[in-house]
């Protein structure tokens, strides 16, 4: 006879603990048949003494079949593609990403979060859009797939339902910085969307959940590897996370630079970063014969507008009215304002001396966001989509004292003199030439074994 006690401690004292044992565990939660206490010391346990790879695979894999696995038409093979990235400061990626994977003849079943801390949620930013549903069931995502080739959708109920138990309890048991437990969540829900190609954007820096590069790296080559041995083609792109991507953050706002992105325009580290991504899955699923072309496909598909165009199909499938939807994908900014609201008030910050922009810390500016409205901090707590930020100036540019270099976007609670210093705390200015400031990719981990391919260049 399996017991719960015993294997949480063979797991406290670092002891590997068996296949039969991992997923009894995983069903157990499944069924809620656990106290919260027990879950809790288990979670603890695997994030002191960690996990071999093969127990992360088995944990993957009993999360991934802990509830229902899509299941898509046979015509579909080879073109179920996905993204995930660990989350940031405006990172809005995936509003762009996934229509422009869609124009390139991808089906991107896109599954989801929201946002907690300081990372904004994809979900919490098209639900600034009035009208967007989130929710679709399995029936809805294949048609919204069919007719349009993306969605972008939250878990429902029926996917991966022990990844929702122990995802709630990882963030209040200081739990979600473990290795082995952010790839389980991460990949489980991955196989149950039963993708062929996955890419994942692994964030490091002073705005991520990782530090440095090297502490990323070690987990994006665990994500590789696990995402390879349950048959997903993965790979992995490490990108800097100090600053803000692109220069607006906060949900509505990022709706609009996401639409500039999707024009064609927009800030360039956030389209360097879409087409990366995008190109490296166009490779990896043989639309494309290289990274290099991939990014070519995605940037034309940019430009051309058949990205917007599908983005503009996917809001209406997903419950925005037409006229809502054409606003939006077919007007100036003012006409954007009207449709997702504008804050109250706005008040821009000015440098306190002359010199060059070495950093614009994303950090700060997110945790001001979040003080006034624009985040949460338990789940479900309602938030203002029209609060946020904009960056005015740019790393590398050179500034006076005096020039207005951030626009913040409140209501109520109003910005206070705290926000005001430590917004000021964001931005490093130092004594030196005006400079181009480099990329974002630090790093890519390519698929592994039978996915291996040599024209990747």
Known sequence: MLSIPEIIRKKRDGE?????????????????ALQEGQIGAMLMA????????????VLTQAMATSGRVLEW???????????????????KVSLSLAPALAACGCKVPMISGRGLGHT???LDKL?????????????????ILEQVGCCIVEQSSELVPADKVLYALRDVT????????????????????????????????SAALYPTLESAQQLAESLVCVG????????????????????RVGHSLEVLESLECLEGQGPGDLRELVTTLGGTLLWQCGRASSVSQGAARIAKALDNGSALRTFQAMLEAQGVEAKVARALCSEGQEERFQVLGQARAQEELVALSDGTVQQILGLPIARVIHGLGGGRSQKGQMINHRVGAEVLVSVGQKVRKGDPWIRIHYENPELGDAGRRELQEALILEDSEPFIPGSKVARTILPQGQWARADKD
């Open 174 to 205: 200081a739990t979600v910085d473990s290795l082995p437990l952010i790839t389980g969540s991460i990949l489980s829900k991955k196989a149950a969307e039963n993708i062929c190609a996955l890419v994942l954007d692994v964030k490091f820096g």
């Open 120 to 122: 904004g949620g994809t």
């Open 46 to 57: 695997i994030r002191l003494q960690g996990m071999e790879p093969d127990e992360t695979l």
């Open 16 to 32: 590997k603990l068996q296949q039969e044992e991992i997923i009894y565990f995983v069903q157990a939660v499944s069924r809620k």
């Open 127 to 143: 639900e600034s859009i009035p009208g967007f549903m989130v929710s679709q069931s399995p029936e809805q995502m294949k048609q």
């Open 228 to 247: 390879t041995q349950l048959g997903i083609c993965t790979s992995a792109v490490l990108s800097k996370m100090d600053g803000p991507l692109g220069s």
């Open 73 to 91: 038409p046979g015509k579909w093979q080879g073109l179920l593609v996905d993204k995930h990235s660990t989350g940031g400061v405006g990172d």
